[in-house]
RNA sequence: AGCCCGAUAGUAUAAUGGUAGUACGACGGUUUUUGGUACCGUUUGUCUUGGUUCGAAUCCAGGUCGGGCUACCA
């Protein structure tokens, strides 16, 4: 955290707050997730900020389920977004839910109907519509408008005693018919649902909307500062008028802009599509940009708290580009991760001056950027190693600093190889490479003088162990599939997973079976061991690759 | 259409009437037993037209552009 960091909008706010006493200089925010579905990158910036700003003032966070929509709602999100929340790093002060609040609610309700501003009103969701009219006429009454108090008070319990079907009849706020506002054209603030609530069970079969039930929650929890997206904003007047006609607690409404992305989709409608549909594996796939999905693709709490301080809180419209959020686990990584070898693409190289079954145990660092390499681990290293295929050329250009006819290179942790040799099978390929080591280049008591300025990676063939390796590329093609023409689905990206059933990885990587733990393979990238893997069966997964600036080269030909 | 919100390099984000800065990206270089890391450098910006002011990204007015609202979703 730095301390100079200019104050954003928000931190102005409640910094302003404190300085007048507003509250006792108490802070309490609240993050209000739908158990509608998994949480994403965009509720990990509505995290930090909530919470974040509670740590920082001395406050605390809330974390209430906004449940009043008992047909799409469900326990499993529930479980889901709490692991989410915890696994990020924060702690919730309460773990609350606005059904708590339903008896509260409802006599909220009465309190309206008794003052005169609620009224019950049969009539069906298309009259309703025609009577809000339209943004340039004002709207015209419901012919319910004008009930007496009394009647409205019985029509109301009758509701809530199950008389009614679904949409018979719906509790209105009377507020003004001809407000720009459209909110405010008299709103529905309670409907009929006879459904099963995950958990009221079957208590209640009329429901509090959105508007009616989440400046309340507030009020009740005493929520000082009430933080949410933008699209909220027309929905701040009915807040406020719900709050100061309950005469309760004053609550206060504050918007910032949601996280966009390039690249991806960022809607629960969407994301839910692309699960139901098989584009992807379920909510956690690696590709998603849910927060299991990202913690499954290798991404740390950490690297994810940072994007979100370093995207900043603001009132515009924005697209973040996917490009800082890798940065920050590489830069996360770097600095935490063990490094090993592994080979994606083997083919083989023979040492032909390297003695015939003997083996040499080299040391290897785990971390160079770790004062002490953060200890070390033996390689095992012999006449016979996997080396990835990109790293021969047959006819290198001048800048290629690997390996091809007649070029030297070192052998990471080993020794310094020349190639003499390869080997073609019938169709062109090359199946082997043949080398000379320099027996007084071994690394850290190289007396060679050989200089070398490349450096590649390696598998000894007899002790090399497999395991399966999952590529992810972006999920999209295009930058903004949401905004492209037509269904954004056809913008996936074919290639976006790549599977490599039999990778040759070095011993050390399978003597320590820990799903989760983070590896960087040296020159291809970091990774992370799926939580499908076994002691037999190993699978790792591709965080991000290096960044590659030979392949920038390569590119501009 | 009416109302609401917004507009600073490619993308984000500062400058709160007083030198337009930072990060990511891109580009170039130094170092390097990861073509990684680290370090150095270069590039590009205040939507527009007026007004207020000694001085405007900032305040005011008009315009333009982008987004939102007109669900018995949240």
Redesign the pocket.
Known sequence: MSEE?????LE?IIEKDLAEGTHDGRVLTRF???P?GYLHIGHAKSICLNFGLAKKYNGKTNLRF????P??EDTEYVESIKEDVKWLGFNWAEELY?SDYFDKLYEFAVTLIKKGLAYV?D???EE??AQ?????EPGTPSPYRSRSVEENLRLFEEMKEGKYR?????LRAKIDLAS????M?DP?IY???HAHHHRTGDKWCI?????F??GQSDSIEEITHSICT??????RPLYNWCIENLEIFPSKQY?F?RL?M?YTVMSKRKLLQLVNENYVNGWDDARMPTISGLRRRGYTPASIREFCE????????????V??L??CI??DL??TSW?RMAVLDPIKMVITNYPEGQVEMLEGEN???VEGGDGSRLLPFSKELWIERE?FMEN?PK????LGPGLST??????IVTCNDFVKDESGNVTEIHCTYAPN??????TSGIM??????WVSVPHAKTAEVRLYERLFKVENPA?EEGDFKEYVNPDSLQVISQAFIEPALADDFNPEHRF?????GYFVMDKDSTPEHLVFNRTVT????????V??G
């Open positions: 960091r200019s104050l954003n909008f102005e209000p997730p739908e509608n906004d449940d009043t929509n047909v799409t606005t009103d009539s069906t969701s309703i519509a809000k009219g339209n943004p340039t679904d949409g018979e009849k719906v720009p506002n459209m909110h054209r529905i409907r009929i649902k429901y509090p909307m959105y508007d039930a989440h933008l699209e909220f904003i027309p929905h918007e802009a966009n390039n370093r995207i900043g809180i603001q009132k515009r419209e924005n697209i973040i580009d490009s800082l890798e940065f590489r830069e770097n600095k490094r971390n160079p950027e790293d290198p800048k290629f600093f690997r070192r052998l990471k942790h080993a020794y280049s071994k690394s850290g008591n190289d070398v300025k490349g450096t590649i990676h905004s960087q393979f040296i020159r291809k290096l960044k590659d600036s030979w392949a920038k080269e590119k501009k």
